[in-house]
């Protein structure tokens, strides 16, 4: 069964900067595509970037030119660097991804973006 385990939350003030990581498990990691996806309270959950195997991106409007995600196919790790956070990005964030008929999602990691 495929694992994704994300990591790199926390509390950040307005304006801050947060790395998140994910590393998948039980997988080829090279040959899938990865996502990012956020919860807010009382919110449906939203994509948020997506990296393609290739390594070509997209990205939610809300995050452009804010973030970036990576990723490190030797480490079987996908990145989101998030800079100039505001507090509308507070949100558990979760990795993602699709295998066969499946998708996988990891445990999620709180960010939290106040003064």
């Known amino acids: 069964q495929v694992q994704l385990v994300e990591s790199g939350g926390g509390l950040v003030q307005p304006g801050g900067s947060l790395r998140l990581s994910c590393v998948g498990s039980?997988?080829?990691?090279?040959?899938?595509?990865m996502g990012w996806y956020r919860q807010a309270p009382g919110k449906q959950r939203e994509l948020v970037a997506r990296?393609?195997?290739?390594?070509?991106?997209n990205y939610a409007d809300s995050v452009k030119g804010r973030f970036t995600i990576s990723r490190d196919n030797a480490k079987n790790t996908v990145y989101l660097q998030m800079n100039s956070l505001k507090p509308d990005d507070t949100a558990v964030y979760y990795c993602?991804?699709?295998?066969?008929?499946?998708?996988?999602w990891g445990q999620g990691t709180q960010v939290t973006v106040s003064s």
């Open positions: 039980r997988m080829m990691f090279r040959i899938y595509a």
């Open positions: 990296i393609a195997s290739a390594g070509s991106t």
């Open positions: 993602n991804t699709h295998v066969g008929l499946e998708d996988y």
